[in-house]
């Protein structure tokens, strides 16, 4: 388990964006949602793989069996439930690409001889299979079938780079949550399910079996109603507030500009929606300094703050970082 919180931090450092009031939930594959399901050519039916690190998408052929073989890689999560305070702002999906195969040479990305080109990338269907992932679930994707809720709705990989994929899947988790579904869940595939031409043309991703870089889902949430959410829409286009240095270690700078007369009051609030401290201002007498105190002079303690300044039609806001 080690190793996935590693990747786990690893991740929320580098690549999703550092905010304040956010919070990053990373979820990993659920096994029975997890797999592989392969056409045989020469069986004429489809086989399922659920075990193994190794799943690969596209085709290959097999020499033992003497046909062609297409895959599919099937993924899917636990959806957790949330407080409703929190809302889900970001769903991002990520699957880690280990390999990759193209004519049967090692290292290019697939290559698909298909009329009027060959550029056919890996991409993603989101999908309803229930609980549990049957060879039935082959076509759940394909435009029409009952388990397609998406067909092709993004790229999840179009070059042999190897390392994290990754695809916005926010739309698609909102729609889970709405239908009240336990899961998300996803179908992995290039385009056309293979070019018969018997030169093998796969990606390998890492399986949730692979104790390293297993699927993951990576969930960004954040208070709802915040501060700068009841404020932020009626912000007016003329007057602005500037911050500076912002994050601050001492005090703040608070600039405003405006071109109306009346000035309005500038309230601090904490991340909470508390009020900490407010200026009554009657004529804009910039800049306006903030140490970071309370009504009381008590040092407040670090973290984010909102500078709300209100006149009489519209409301802006600012948002302070205290680093002390
Ligand atoms: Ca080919
Ligand atoms: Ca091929």
Same mark, same amino acid.
């Given at each position: 388990m080690i190793p996935k919180i590693i990747a786990t931090i690893l991740l929320s450092l580098i690549l999703i964006p550092a905010a304040f009031g956010q919070i990053v939930d990373t979820l990993y594959t659920n096994p029975?949602?997890?797999?592989? /399901?392969?056409y045989y050519e020469c069986y004429n039916s489809v086989l399922y793989f659920p075990y193994g690190t190794i799943k690969s998408v596209g085709d290959a052929y097999n020499y033992y069996e003497t046909g062609v073989i297409f895959g599919r890689y099937y993924v899917g999560f636990d959806l957790p439930l949330y407080p409703d305070s929190l809302e889900l702002i970001q769903a991002?999906?990520?699957?880690?690409?280990? +390999?990759?195969?193209?004519? +049967?040479v090692i290292g290019p990305f697939p290559i698909w001889d298909v009329p009027g080109g060959d550029t056919v990338f890996c991409v993603a269907d989101h999908i309803d299979i229930g609980p549990f992932l049957y060879i039935d679930d082959?076509?759940?994707?394909?435009? +029409?079938?009952?388990?397609?809720?998406?067909?092709?709705? +993004?790229l999840l990989s179009s070059d042999s780079i190897l390392g994290w994929k990754t695809?916005?899947?926010?739309?698609q988790a909102l729609q889970d949550y709405e239908l009240l579904r336990e899961w998300t869940q996803f179908r992995i595939r290039f385009e056309i399910d293979t070019d018969w031409d018997y030169y093998q043309d796969l990606l390998y991703f890492c399986s949730g079996e692979h104790t390293v870089n297993p699927p993951m889902l990576v969930l960004t949430l954040e208070p709802k109603?915040?501060?700068?959410?009841?404020?932020?829409?009626?912000?007016?286009?003329?007057?602005?507030?500037s911050a500076y240095p912002n994050p601050f270690n001492d005090g703040v700078f608070?600039? /405003?500009?405006?071109?109306?007369?009346?000035?309005?009051d500038l309230t601090v609030y904490s991340l909470e929606g508390k009020e900490v401290f407010s200026?009554?201002?009657?004529?804009?007498n910039n800049p306006y300094y903030w140490e970071g105190r309370d009504y009381n002079g008590s040092l407040?303690?670090?973290g984010i703050y909102f500078v709300v300044w209100r006149m009489e039609n519209s409301e802006i806001v600012e948002k302070i970082v205290m680093c002390k």
């Open positions: 029975n949602m997890e797999g592989g /399901l392969s991002d999906l990520f699957l880690y690409q280990w +390999g990759c195969m193209g004519n +049967g082959w076509e759940a994707g394909d435009p +029409g079938n009952v388990g397609t809720f998406q067909s092709n709705f +993004g695809l916005n899947v926010t739309d109603n915040s501060i700068a959410d009841r404020f932020g829409e009626k912000a007016s286009m003329y007057s602005e507030i608070i600039e /405003l500009t405006t071109p109306l007369k009346s000035a309005g200026y009554i201002i009657n004529s804009v407040l303690p670090s």
